[in-house]
């Protein structure tokens, strides 16, 4: 079986750092995705790469970038760490074709002092 | 656009009850459908997943959805709990053709002994 794994697994910032997540996959999925999970709000999506070297916009892209390096793996950097933010980044994968059910990894925990 | 809504953010039940947890989607088109479980400190499990045929669609540990499309629902069920299936349940929809997974906020489900 695969596993997605996601590094670092606790980060703390500064305020305006900024900061960067990564996600490798070892599934051999050409699509994945980044996910924001705050308490009581569930998941919204920041970016998506549909294949190697395609990236997409999700809902909550403002504030962050992302890069597809290669298949099996993708970042995402929070540009400007806001003071006091928490939340939880979860990065996903899904193999080819639409309508698949992601993936997860076991995620992020971001704190921001 | 797509979206989902978990109307219950909590239920309690006992266990050996049986269970009912709510969702509703809103989509022009018939969408994919999944639920996930998410266990504390890690990421989202797949429980389940439905897009056409048989409405009542089975998964893991005794899971089943019954999919509506006079409702627009996807309610998850389960005929007796186990202590052990406490936890945050998650409803998630995908339009056809499309690689985009929105998720609803999420139940937290407490299984009292």
């Known amino acids: 079986g695969g596993i997605i794994t996601q590094t670092p697994k606790f980060l703390i910032g500064q305020e305006g750092q900024k900061l960067t997540l990564k996600c490798q996959q070892n599934f051999n999925h050409d699509t994945m995705y980044w996910y924001r999970q705050d308490s009581g709000k569930g998941l919204r999506l920041i970016y998506y790469?549909?294949?190697?070297?395609?990236?997409q916009k999700g809902d909550l892209s403002e504030g962050y970038d992302a890069s597809r390096e290669k298949k099996s793996s993708f970042s995402l950097t929070v540009t400007s760490a806001q003071k006091n933010e928490m939340a939880v980044f979860l990065c996903?994968?899904?193999?080819?074709?639409?309508?698949?059910?992601?993936?997860f990894g076991e995620g992020t925990r971001l704190s921001v002092l | 656009a797509q979206s989902v809504t978990q109307p219950d953010a909590r239920v309690t039940v006992s266990e050996g009850a049986s269970l009912q947890l709510r969702c509703k989607y809103s989509s022009s088109v018939t969408p994919y459908l999944f639920w996930y479980v998410q266990y504390p400190r890690q990421g989202l499990q797949l429980l389940l997943k439905y897009y056409s045929g048989d409405p009542v669609v089975q998964g893991v540990n005794g899971f089943e959805a019954e999919f509506s499309k006079s409702n627009s629902s996807f309610h998850l069920r389960k005929a007796s709990v186990h202590w052990s299936d406490s936890a945050v349940y998650f409803c998630?929809?995908?339009?056809?053709?499309?690689?985009?997974?929105?998720f609803g906020s999420g139940t937290r489900l407490l299984v009292s002994p």
């Open positions: 998630a929809v995908s339009i056809t053709g499309g690689y985009k997974v929105v």
């Open positions: 790469s549909i294949t190697e070297n395609d990236l």
């Open positions: 996903a994968s899904s193999i080819q074709g639409n309508n698949q059910a992601p993936l």
